[in-house]
């Protein structure tokens, strides 16, 4: 994705810390009369609070200029106890009567898209929190904490982060959990886990965001076909079989590109005299093809995490030009948000290895305390159990 601009403020600071680790971003407000309080003012507060200067690494006015505070690099001084591995992003206002203006609100997707791709942080509600949810403050204010809750800051940042990718929901909410179910429902019923489920749809999602006709994004202006017409000349044959496999164009739920599997699939779906962008034939077509990499299948059937599943199935099946440790990431929370919604309340953590990495160090000082399982086995976490203890714990770390 393209870089976000960012307005220099050149600001001198006292000594500053190198920050070893970098996995969440906290949001924040002003919180006094609403007003468009710049990076330079709020660093004349913290310098008068005698501190190093700007607690904040950015500072977002109402008219969407995102300004530098504290070195980027550098811990910052604005959530108590979770300075050492977090970002600190102020938005300018008092969220508690008045709302972010949608320039506001955009350059703050913008910003967390692109601090999550460039620090491989998951662009989740467990990595991206207000203020609130790390201590008891009313920070970030109502208002933007609500923009967090309903997914509206999540979902925009993701649209940055996967912009070149159609990974946008259909316009009928009910259509695209249809869609979702559909595809869940397809692999359970074919035998494999919550695991493996989640991570081949994860990396669906973020080759064609689970829309069978989806045309390859650069294709639609070099070809001159929307999704809809492609799908529809080739159906129709004006746009023949030849031109179909060799025209180097990502299509379908798994963006089938090289020229023998577009070549394989015009062949299923005219034999069971399908449109090329059914969802069925598709699905149909993706396990036959899945049955063919027995080897694969094998370890999807035995898969014991998420991220093992959509690791494995970015490399061995999918096999993008990026199979950097960012792209790794990105499809490994995309399978994550698939596992929370369909199977989350069916399979739990049952030792430490499993327990996510964000969580695992908390729960394992848990163990230790014997206040859960101390012998590293049998755990019988849900995920929002998890959360739970992740969420506690930061909260006693505060009040001690």
């Known amino acids: 994705m393209e870089r976000v601009k960012i307005r220099e403020t050149n600001l001198d600071f006292g000594s500053l810390t190198n920050r ?25 507060w913290h310098l008068n609070q005698e ?8 500072v977002i006015r109402k008219d969407g200029t995102i300004e530098r505070g504290r070195p980027e690099w550098a811990v910052g001084s604005h959530a108590y106890g979770e300075n050492s591995h977090t970002l600190g992003i102020h938005i300018s206002g008092d969220f508690e009567q ?21 620090y491989s942080i998951s662009c989740d509600r467990a990595h991206i929190v207000g203020h609130g949810e790390l201590m008891p403050t009313a920070c970030p204010g109502k208002n933007l904490q609500a923009l967090l809750n309903n997914g509206v800051l999540i979902d925009r940042a993701k649209s940055y982060i996967y912009g070149t990718v159609k990974n946008e929901k259909p ?3 009910k259509l695209w959990n249809d869609i979702q179910e559909k595809i869940w429902n397809f692999f359970k019923n074919k035998g494999l886990n919550n695991y493996a489920i989640a991570g081949i749809m994860g990396n669906l999602y973020a080759e064609s965001g689970l829309i069978p006709t989806n045309l390859q ?32 164009a990502g299509y379908g739920l798994a963006q089938w590109t090289y020229y023998a599997r577009k070549a394989a699939l015009y062949t299923f779906a005219k034999g069971k005299g399908k ?12 396990w036959s093809e899945l049955e063919e990499h027995s080897a694969l299948l094998a370890e999807l ?41 369909f199977g989350g309340s069916e399979m739990r953590y049952n030792n430490l290895d499993e327990v996510p990495d964000w969580a695992k160090d908390t729960v394992k000082k848990w163990q230790e305390l014997k206040i859960i399982n101390g012998d590293g086995a049998n755990l019988d ?20």
């Open 217 to 248: 994004n650069n294709f639609e202006s070099t070809l001159g076909m929307t999704d809809e017409k492609y799908t529809q000349s080739v159906d129709n044959g004006s746009y023949g079989k030849e031109e179909f496999m060799y025209d180097s």
């Open 381 to 400: 976490l849900s995920a929002d159990m998890v959360r739970l203890i992740v969420m506690f714990e930061r909260r006693m770390r505060v009040s001690i």
């Open 51 to 58: 501190w190093a200067g700007i607690g904040y690494h950015f």
């Open 301 to 341: 059937k035995n898969a014991e995490s998420v991220r093992e599943v959509s690791t494995l199935f970015l490399l061995d099946f999918e096999r993008p030009a990026d199979q950097s440790e960012g792209q790794r990431a990105k499809r490994a929370g995309y399978s994550q948000e698939f596992f929370d919604k």
């Open 171 to 173: 316009p009928e909410e």
């Open 98 to 118: 008045a709302k972010p203006t949608e320039n506001q609100i955009d350059s703050c997707a913008a910003l967390i898209a692109d601090l999550c791709e460039r």
């Open 20 to 44: 070893a680790t970098t996995d969440m971003i906290v949001l924040h407000h002003t919180g006094e009369n609403d007003i468009d309080v710049s990076a330079e003012q709020i660093h004349g």
């Open 275 to 286: 449109s090329i962008g059914d969802l069925d034939t598709q699905l149909e077509f993706l």
